[in-house]
């Protein structure tokens, strides 16, 4: 070989070598901690469920209910009590959720200090005095510092106040949503697990078509990561859509089955964990080595489709929250069934909410999460759909609809193309 085609040939290889090499070594996210990808179990902590006190005050501090999360709580000076609030292992995410509820024996108006371990203050807290109806403190009520504690302005009395990071949307909750989701349509509810509490990992699947009959498959995950609420209200949004009587609906029924499992982490929703599940993991990192029951029973439900010869999986949807509207697809260089379906579903969605900003970032399929194991397992397009944390409920609600129908449309269309 001549010398420089040589050094030619050297160069290609080592190009190859090294990009194999770094799509091998995912190691996480810049967000992720070290170590995210091992995820073999980890020991966890969970704060003592109790309600405590400054007695001489008559100031009082709760976690006792599901979802909660409060480590401890103490006077700081005369003017300045503190909630300390700790995650359930670290290193973890920096997604510190807290939930806790406040009374005093008398009227009084108290400064509390939010101060995390592990972690720095990222949720405007919620309040509710009945733990269903919730609104932001205002913003003269909160003042966030640089050393990442933020101090709440509340005013207590002899009712319980709730502050919490997000809404409660708690295990019991989405639980109850889903039997009502069942008794209203045909929605067939099983268990295909269980997590390490020995809590259901429940599945729902929609469809009115006859079992012999060739159907597309829609995959629909969510709740891997707890504190993201607002994916969870609009996995709910969009299941009662897919589920609704319209035509639309009952037209993509007959066609496609709903394959969902919106609870995917059910004991760190019900434990209020910041990320991981039940031994301390983060599941949307254990989509390929499936050490954990929740992300294995998943996969052990889904993979016989592939010997199914009436039934083919067509999309895979994974909801999630962050700091704005993003859509995670796959890049487009990448060929999968159907061809860049999430760019055409975007593209529509957006034209129906021009003023909302929806964020498209693709991403290659190295990283062992959910919406990449869909691809591997089934060669389907699939998405990671993350929903602004702050996002209007009211707005989650309408766009999430108009989600759901235009991917309704689309994979009919899709199907239609295939026939
Ligand atoms: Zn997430």
Not at 121 to 148: E, F
Not at 201 to 230: C, F, Y
Not at 310 to 317: C, D, L, S
Request: charged share 25%.
């Amino acid at each position: 070989m001549h010398f420089s085609r040589f050094f030619w040939f050297l160069l290609f290889t080592f190009i190859i070598l090294q990009s194999c090499k770094s799509s091998e070594e995912f190691s996480g996210y810049s967000y992720d901690p070290e170590g995210v990808t091992n995820t073999v179990d980890k020991e966890i902590q969970s704060p003592y469920s109790r309600t405590i006190g400054i007695k001489g005050d008559g100031i009082w501090i709760s976690n006792e209910f599901e979802g909660a999360r409060m480590s401890d709580f103490y006077r700081v000076s005369d003017s300045l009590y503190r909630a300390v609030i700790e995650p359930e292992n670290h290193p973890v995410n920096n997604s510190p959720w807290y939930s806790f509820k406040m009374h005093s024996d008398s009227p009084a108006t108290v400064n509390l200090q939010l101060f995390y371990k592990h972690g720095k203050h990222r949720y405007r807290p919620k309040l509710s005095r009945d733990g269903k109806q919730w609104k932001r403190i205002d913003s003269s009520d909160i003042r966030a510092d640089t050393s990442g504690t933020a101090i709440l302005t509340l005013d207590l009395n002899e009712n319980p106040l709730w502050i919490s990071a997000q809404e409660l949307l708690t295990y019991q909750d989405m639980v109850a949503w889903m039997d009502s989701i069942g008794t209203a349509t045909r929605t067939r509810l099983d268990t295909v697990g269980y997590s390490h509490q020995q809590r259901p990992v429940i599945k729902m699947t929609i469809g009115s078509a006859s079992p012999d009959r060739n159907q597309g498959v829609l995959v629909i995950t969510g709740r891997q990561h707890p504190p993201e609420v607002t994916g969870g209200l609009a996995s709910r949004a969009f299941i009662e859509a897919l589920a609704a009587d319209t035509e639309l609906a009952k037209n993509f029924r007959k066609e496609f089955e709903i394959w969902a499992y919106p609870l995917v982490n059910p004991d760190g929703v019900a434990g209020g964990h910041w990320r991981h599940n039940g031994a301390g993991i983060d599941l949307n990192r254990d989509w390929e080595n499936f050490n954990q029951p929740e992300t294995r029973a998943i996969r052990d439900d889904l993979l016989p489709i592939d010997d199914r010869p009436e039934r083919r999986v067509y999309y895979g949807i994974d909801f999630h929250s962050t700091k704005s509207n993003i859509f995670y697809p796959i890049k487009q260089d990448i060929s999968t069934f159907p061809e860049d379906f999430t760019y055409r579903w975007i593209e529509t969605l957006q034209e129906h909410f021009p003023e909302t900003p929806f964020n498209v970032e693709p991403f290659d399929t190295n990283s062992p999460i959910a919406k990449n194991w869909i691809y591997h397992a089934f060669g389907a397009d699939a998405v990671t759909y993350e929903v602004d944390d702050r996002a209007d409920r009211q707005k989650l609600k309408e766009v999430t609809l108009q989600a759901a129908h235009v991917i309704m449309r689309h994979l009919l269309e899709e199907k239609r193309k295939r026939q």
